[in-house]
């Protein structure tokens, strides 16, 4: 660790992208803690809830939201608007599709149309959710139109910096920028709700017996959450390896082949499916809390908590069928068999005992269709773990079991990815006098 470390800060060049990530991280949390001017701090801390669609948005921003603070939208538009762009590609507009067969310069116009649409839906949460907070908990200082314009822009200008720091992340720094601080985002509460934890589990002040049983149960769920660490630590890296042979030499009487794979996620979706299915429930559950006590709302209800499994199990269902079919779904959009193919038939690559064309094109699909499968249920496994723990286990509090879910599969991935471009980065390095210029 030490020896990796220390490898890290010899090349210059390395150790300056990882200080201009850890600035701008810096940067991005001292903007998550500061509350926007025109909002009542103590109408905040009286006990203003994030619930359903907010407690996502909460979470990806580090509790951000529940502070209204400068970034307290974070690159939630901008991975709502990167989502709809690319659904959008998928020939349903003929332009965004046409770009995305254009390579570079296509996917250059489609970011340029996606900052747009960034901007549009940024506006639009701003005003939703600061109009939704001030008729509930009265969070302006001012209700007046002046007072709203003041927050929406602010927090609109939040948003599309915090994208500008993904950016500069991106190109000058380490890693991928909007995951980074998506990472930061949820690390940060991190400490929180394990002494939340801690607190609810370990009391001082009703004897021995109680003390030894909440130390005991504590180690418990500080065990339970490392075993789960280390099941999305395996998940997460493990790969279904498609075999792939290229011939090299264009004389058939001559002609040998190089054998290479290509590597398939287990988890190929990522965390998408869950973000997805979550947003899909949450948002019309979050506008029926906001219409009040209606047939209307109550019926929403039934249908769309899902996380209350005794007590709402439709909800609960529809939850785990959405995420199976977000992931077959996404999965797909990911992996285009039918590109792949055709790249592989230009290229002179072909997989061992299946013929070019079609048939390469039906098999990647078959092979991509089993390993979602078990991508589908290592995402139900995770995303049912905090759900059932408070319901099996009663006496953990449920804002820090919500880290087991989501968070825990973007903090994992995004961690793996970085130390894999840092290892890249420095075998470069190493190997650069063995490089043809």
């Given at each position: ?29 001292i ?30 921003g ?22 709809i ?5 998928m ?25 747009y649409?960034?901007v ?10 600061t ?7 009265g969070?302006?200082?001012e ?16 948003a ?9 992340i ?7 920028g909007v ?11 991190l400490?929180?709700s ?27 769920f ?5 075993l ?10 493990a ?50 809390q ?35 079919a977000?992931s077959?779904?996404y999965?797909n959009?990911?992996?285009d ?11 002179g690559?072909?997989?061992?005992g ?11 699909k ?9 991508g589908?249920?290592f ?14 286990w ?12 989501t968070?825990l599969?973007i ?13 890249t980065?420095?075998t470069?390095k ?8």
């Amino acid at each position: 660790m030490f020896t990796f470390l220390k490898k890290i800060f010899q090349k210059g060049e390395l150790r300056h992208k990882i200080i201009f990530t850890l600035g701008m991280l810096f940067v991005f949390r001292i903007g998550s803690a500061v509350t926007i001017p025109a909002i009542n701090s103590a109408k905040l801390s009286s006990g203003l809830e994030t619930t359903g669609i907010l407690a996502i948005m909460n979470m990806l921003g580090g509790g951000s939201l529940e502070r209204f603070s400068l970034f307290s939208l974070g690159v939630s538009p901008y991975i709502t608007a990167s989502i709809i762009i690319e659904l959008l590609s998928m020939d349903v507009i003929p332009t965004l599709t046409q770009w995305r067969e254009e390579g570079e310069t296509g996917r250059k116009k489609k970011d340029r149309v996606t900052r747009y649409v960034t901007v549009i839906l940024a506006a639009v949460q701003a005003f939703s959710l600061t109009y939704a907070f001030d008729k509930s908990y009265g969070i302006l200082r001012e209700s007046t139109p002046l007072s709203y314009a003041y927050v929406v822009i602010i927090m609109v200008a939040g948003a599309m910096f915090a994208m500008w720091m993904g950016d500069q992340i991106t190109n000058k720094g380490i890693g991928n920028g909007v995951s980074l601080l998506i990472f930061t985002g949820i690390v940060s509460n991190l400490p929180t709700s394990f002494i939340t934890v801690f607190n609810t589990l370990v009391v001082t002040n009703q004897g021995t017996q109680k003390l030894v049983m909440g130390a005991l149960n504590y180690g418990l769920f500080v065990l339970l959450y490392l075993l789960i660490v280390v099941f999305v630590v395996y998940n997460e890296g493990a790969n279904r390896k498609i075999p792939i042979v290229y011939a090299t030499n264009s004389n058939p009487m001559m002609r040998t082949k190089d054998g290479t794979h290509m590597p398939i996620k287990i988890n190929t979706s990522g965390v998408i499916p869950v973000i997805f299915a979550s947003s899909v429930l949450a948002t019309p559950l979050t506008v029926s809390q906001l219409i009040g006590n209606t047939n209307v709302s109550n019926m929403i209800q039934k249908i769309c908590t899902y996380n209350q499994p005794v007590q709402y199990p439709i909800g609960f269902v529809l939850y785990l069928v959405l995420i199976v079919a977000f992931s077959f779904f996404y999965a797909n959009l990911q992996i285009d068999a039918e590109k792949i193919s055709g790249d592989l038939r230009k290229n002179g690559g072909s997989i061992p005992g299946v013929r070019s064309g079609i048939e390469t094109q039906n098999y990647i699909k078959k092979v991509l269709n089993r390993v979602t499968v078990v991508g589908s249920i290592f995402l139900l496994i995770v995303a049912v773990i905090p759900i059932m723990i408070p319901v099996i286990w009663k006496t953990v509090a449920n804002s820090a079991v919500t880290l087991y879910g989501t968070g825990l599969i973007i903090v994992t991935g995004v961690a793996l990815e970085t130390v894999n471009q840092i290892k890249t980065h420095l075998t470069r390095k190493e190997y650069r006098g063995y490089i043809r210029r």
